[in-house]
């Protein structure tokens, strides 16, 4: 049982930290826009992907936010973004668990 929540923690971490890294660069190629630089961001294979990263793995915590009125930068959105990465690590830890058993007991 201790293993699944250090399972699930390593994977909501992990969650946690890629959002954040795609917010940010989702905001960093919004800011080139202004400089230019858009359309050379734009022809970048990553870019097109990294602009819609955000709002994959942003859900359902960037609808809860909406639907609550929460605004950005507020302990609100913080903790929307912890409780989304801590559901998905779960579901990913869970996910896994699953498809280990499965190949154990098929033998795949």
């Given amino acids: ?14 969650h ?5 890294g795609s917010l940010m ?3 960093g190629s ?5 400089d230019g630089y ?3 961001f734009d022809r970048f294979v990553m ?6 990263l955000p709002s994959i793995l942003g859900q359902p915590a960037f609808f809860v936010a909406e639907s609550f009125g929460v605004r950005g930068g507020s302990f609100g959105e913080w903790g929307l973004f912890v409780l989304n990465s801590l559901l998905w690590g779960a579901m990913i830890a869970f996910i ?3 498809f280990r058993k499965f190949t ?4 795949v």
């Fill in 38 to 40: 858009a359309e050379a």
């Fill in 104 to 107: 154990k007991r098929h033998d």
């Fill in 47 to 52: 870019g097109v992907h990294l602009d819609v």
């Fill in 96 to 98: 896994r668990r699953m």
């Fill in 16 to 20: 946690f930290l890629v959002l954040v």
């Fill in 25 to 27: 660069v989702c905001y």
């Fill in 1 to 14: 049982m201790l293993r699944m929540v250090w399972s699930v923690l390593g994977y909501a971490l992990l």
């Fill in 30 to 34: 919004s800011m080139a826009a202004f």
